[in-house]
C-alpha cells in the first residue's frame, strides 16, 4: 500500500506491505508552492511511482490512502491558501486516475493524523482526545470513541480561523488577522525573520531563545496564545488526554511547561498533556492507516 501525505512545505510518500504494515521505503520532495498546485501534485505522483518502482518492482499498491492540506472535496480542495491552484484540484480523481486499479482514500492532514494517534498511538485510549497540529499551519481534531469527528462541513477542528481580539467579532476572515497568521509555523518564520532575514523556520527562534530577548518575548506571545485557546478547547471538549504533534514538537521542552501550567490552572479537570507517538509524520502514517482501511488486506503476489 501507498501513503502520501501532501504539504505546504513537502510531499512525504512511503510504502508498506498492507498486511504487516512494514514500511519499504519511504521519500520526500519539495512542495515549491509558487509553481502552483497543478505541478506540485505532479512532482508529489512522480515520486511516489519512482518510489514503487525502486521499492516494490512491478507491483502496484492495493490501496493509496492520502492526506492534504486543507478539506477535499470532489471537485475541489476547501481551505488550501497555501499553493495556489490546490483549491481547483480533484484530488482524489487525481490519485485514481494515477493508480487506476488501487482503492483510493483522501482525508485532510489533521484528521488523519489524528486517525494514526487513535488507532495506533498517543490517543488510543483517550476519550475524548484531542490531537494539536504545531506544524506549518494550525489546527486540532477531536476523537471519541476511536473516531475523529469530521463536522457538518468537514471543517471541524480548523481553529486556525478562531478570533484572536474582541474586536474581530463580526469581521470577515479576510479583513482580520487569524489566529494562524501568528500562531503557526508561518507565523514564528515571519516573526523569526524580523530578527534574522535569514531565518529558515521557527526552529530559528527557539535556537536563540535562550539568549535573545527578542526572540524569548516573540517565543512568550505565541506561547500565551496558543494556551488560550487550548485552554477553552479543553474546557469545552474535556478531553482526557491532547497530543501534540508537528515540526514544532521538536522544541517540546519549551512548549510543555506553558501548556501544562495554563492547563492546570484554568481547566476544572486537566486532561493528559503528551507528545504525539508520530510527532512529525502524523500525516504520511495517518496516510498509511487510510489505506489499510481501505479495502480488505490482500495475499496475492503483486498487492502491497
Avoid: C
Avoid at 501507498?2 to 519499504?24: C, P, Q, S, Y
Avoid at 482524489?92 to 493524523?113: G, H, L, M
Avoid at 474582541?166 to 489566529?179: F, K, M, P, T
Avoid at 539568549?211 to 518575548?217: E, I, K, N, S, T
Amino acid at each position: 500500500m501507498l501513503g502520501i501525505d501532501f504539504g505546504g512545505t513537502k510531499t512525504a510518500m512511503a510504502v508498506a506491505e498492507a498486511e504487516a504494515g512494514t514500511r519499504l521505503g519511504a521519500a520526500t520532495v519539495p512542495t515549491h508552492a509558487a509553481e502552483g498546485g497543478k505541478a506540485s501534485l505532479g512532482r508529489g505522483l512522480r515520486a511516489a511511482r519512482a518510489l514503487l518502482d525502486r521499492v516494490a518492482p512491478g507491483r502496484e499498491p492495493l490501496a493509496v490512502g492520502v492526506s492534504t492540506i486543507g478539506i477535499p472535496r470532489e471537485s475541489g480542495v476547501d481551505l488550501a491558501p497555501n499553493i495556489p491552484g490546490w483549491a481547483d484540484l480533484a484530488l482524489a480523481k487525481e490519485i485514481q486516475e494515477a493508480f487506476p486499479s488501487s482503492a483510493v482514500r483522501v482525508e485532510t492532514d489533521v484528521k488523519a493524523a489524528a486517525r494514526v494517534e487513535a488507532v495506533e498511538g498517543a490517543l488510543r485510549d483517550a476519550d475524548p482526545g484531542l490531537y494539536l497540529n504545531l506544524g506549518t499551519g494550525l489546527a486540532i481534531a477531536i476523537v471519541t470513541k476511536g473516531q475523529v469527528i469530521a463536522g457538518r462541513n468537514g471543517a471541524a477542528g480548523e481553529i486556525g480561523y478562531n478570533l484572536r481580539a474582541l474586536g474581530d467579532v463580526g469581521v470577515l476572515a479576510g479583513e482580520r488577522s487569524i489566529l494562524e497568521d501568528q500562531v503557526s509555523g508561518i507565523g514564528l518564520l515571519a516573526r523569526a525573520k524580523e530578527i534574522d532575514p535569514g531565518a529558515t523556520g521557527a526552529k530559528d527562534l527557539f535556537a536563540v531563545a535562550g539568549h535573545d530577548p527578542r526572540a524569548a518575548q516573540i517565543l512568550r506571545e505565541f506561547t500565551e496564545e496558543l494556551a488560550f485557546h487550548l485552554v477553552n478547547l479543553a474546557i469545552a471538549v474535556d478531553p482526557a488526554r491532547i497530543a501534540v504533534g508537528g515540526g514544532m514538537v521538536r522544541s517540546w521542552p519549551a512548549l510543555y511547561g506553558p501548556l501544562r501550567r495554563a492547563l492546570d490552572n484554568a481547566v476544572p479537570f486537566p486532561p493528559e498533556l503528551v507528545q504525539a507517538a508520530f510527532p512529525f509524520d502524523a500525516p504520511l502514517a495517518g496516510a498509511l492507516t487510510l489505506a489499510r482501511s481501505a479495502v480488505e488486506i490482500s495475499t496475492t503476489s503483486k498487492a502491497i
